[in-house]
């Protein structure tokens, strides 16, 4: 069974920061991608960044701001949020692209993070 934990959400003013940390545990193989979306209050989920082997990506409303993060051997991924504005809050979920292993087959799925609540406000 995988789960993904995060953590690290709150209240904080704008220009502050937060960092989000999101660990994967089960009897993982591998790790393709990491990431983090999020679900503003009457929007649809976005996606905010993502980190592989090969590099990281950003949307344009966090380049700049965000930085994403991975300790492999920890299987967990960091989301370090600087100068941020109100319009950054929402409910951020970690995102993870793996292989585990699962009654002796090993087998590709995606997986979700509970979610974390991120709050933007003076």
């Known amino acids: 069974q995988v789960q993904l934990v995060e953590s690290g959400g709150g209240l904080v003013q704008p220009g502050g920061s937060l960092r989000l940390s999101c660990a994967a545990s089960?009897?993982?193989?591998?790790?393709?991608?990491m990431g983090w979306y999020r679900q503003g209050p009457g929007k649809q989920r976005e996606l905010v960044a993502t980190?592989?082997?090969?590099?990281?990506n950003y949307a344009d409303s966090v380049q700049g701001r965000f930085t994403i993060t991975r300790d492999n051997a920890k299987n967990t991924v960091y989301l370090q949020m600087n100068s941020l504005k109100p319009e950054d809050t929402a409910v951020y979920y970690c995102?993870?692209?793996?292989?585990?292993?699962?009654?002796?087959?090993?087998?590709?799925?995606?997986?979700w993070g509970q979610g974390t609540q991120v709050t933007v406000s003076s």
């Open positions: 995102n993870a692209d793996l292989i585990a292993r699962n009654r002796g087959l090993f087998q590709r799925n995606d997986y």
């Open positions: 980190i592989t082997t090969g590099g990281t």
């Open positions: 089960g009897s993982i193989f591998s790790i393709n991608v």
